[in-house]
């Protein structure tokens, strides 16, 4: 199976000003390396506020501004420099963010997952399309003209994922998508990422969700104060 | 339906409070006056010449000068109820029609400078935020301090002096050009007449609005729904148009809605500078020359237009907001 990311020696550290004007430099995430092939599901496994967040921003280029970023981040083997990232987030690499905060408020569904069109026809095509995911992932119509608020847990939990299918992507990043849900809808959730995994997708879940990890993932790394301590394979945690 | 009802209700509510608020603002003014060394008969006679003590008591006597406050209040009321407000002293005509002619011209006044800075201060205030801690961005803000630092009395003044004096280009003042009757007033007169007081009063209210429009544009830009918008390829101007305006469009108006009673007391300002004829300058005469009907008069109206702007803020707020709006479908 080919190689899909490569995340080489990064470390993202943001500057602080500690007393007067002395700065210090704060580390977040220190030297991560890991890799994700496709149709495989890699898990980042660590506590909340730990920073794991930072990594999937680092991927798709939306770190803040003043955060510095060091090491490689490679796609197919290439070497996204931020213009590469800007041109493939969104199409090869998709984000699953983690709450129904990251719509649009005032913005219909149908509207925010379609996105920017040039043209009608592109439009019509994209909203063929977002149909269709939608109904795959039980969303009638009538979610298309409703507002993020108006969403129950569950279905913001698919809207969220099935506005990341919607371009055909190689790479999913999904950055904490279970906490606060039911038993129900967490499995059900999981159950999106085994089926895009099926699809050859790459998965790269980040999660403080430890059952989770292991029930999809293929390998799951250890994340710990800025460090992955080891990655390894499901197995080597269940003992089997 | 549902939606209607609550509409209702809500303005019906606003519409006791209004009245709660005008009942309180009649008595108050209505004291301070009666406090105040205004003297209505001084006024009348000081026109007539030589009077003599006889016919001052007669006067005084027709117009209660001399009862107590309550007997004088409940008469004015009771005539204020049949939508008598009494006679100008200054212009020597009903109260209402002064009013009614001076508003239409403070009115176009006020609501051309209105809808002005607020579309010119949204748009600096967007382009601001856009370009956050650029050069831009920097200019737009050294701006707006300035001009949010300076009275407004003194801008007019300084304008008046530019364009009027210097430059010559327009009028430094008067509603109508001296020697023309105001019926042969022809519309570019006064247009020609209306710009600089405009561009004044709109350039007092540009700053608020573009300070406002810009850190409520970045708070956007900080939020979790616009990084996720960039996530999926959204970019630049378009994302800025798609996810920043429509979040920041509806508070800004809320604003500038808000902003009426400032609109009215700068208008007070800039009528008197440029001696235009709208209702701050019959306000600051009647005050001047004890023109006591025409001064509550005046109370009673401008506080009706503010309490409107807030109103049209309110519903805009409630009711406008999708959030609020199916929110309450929903919950019926």
Known sequence: ???????????????????????????????????????????????????????????????????NLNGKIKYKGKELSQQDKEEIRGKDI?????????????MKISDQAIGHTESDEEKKAKKTKQREIFEHYNLGPEVDDMYPFQLSGGMARRVLVSTALLSDPKLVVADEPTPGLDEK???????????????????????????????????????????????????DFTGT | MLKNEKLLKFLGKKIVRFIILLIFVILLSFILIDMSPINPVKTYIANLGVVSPEKIAILESYWGVNEPITTKMFNWLANIIHLDFGTSLIYRAPVLD???????????????????????????????GFKKDTIIDKAIKVYCYILQSAPTFWIALLFLMVFSVYLGWFPTGLGVPVGTLSENVSFWDWLHRLILPMITLSVVGIASITLFTRDKLIDVMNSDYFLFAKARGESGWNLIVRHGIRNVLLPAITLQFLGFSELFGGAVLVEQIFTYPGIGQAAVSAGLRSDVPLLLGIVIFSAIFVYCGNLIADVLYNFVDPRIREGEEDGG
């Open chain 1, 1 to 67: 199976m080919d190689k899909l990311l490569d995340v080489e020696n990064v470390s993202i550290s943001f500057i602080q000003y500690t007393q007067g004007l002395n700065q210090r430099d704060l580390k977040v995430i220190t030297d991560l390396t890991l890799d994700i092939s496709e149709g495989e599901i890699l898990a980042v496994l660590g506590s909340s506020g730990s920073g794991k967040s930072l990594l999937a921003h680092a991927i798709f280029g939306i770190l803040p501004e003043n955060a």
């Open chain 1, 94 to 106: 998709v984000l699953v963010p983690q709450s129904v905060n990251f719509l649009d408020p005032l």
């Open chain 1, 185 to 235: 809808t967490v499995q059900e959730t999981l159950n999106h990422f085994k089926h895009m995994k099926e699809d050859g997708i790459g998965v790269l879940l980040i999660t403080h969700d430890i059952h989770a990890a292991l029930e999809v993932a293929d390998r799951i790394g250890i994340f710990y104060s800025g460090y992955v301590i080891e990655i390894a394979l499901k197995e």
């Open chain 2, 98 to 128: 002064v009013i009614k002619e001076k508003f239409v011209a403070s009115l176009v006044l006020m609501l051309s400078s209105w809808i002005f800075s607020g579309v010119i201060g949204f748009l600096l205030g967007v382009i601001a």
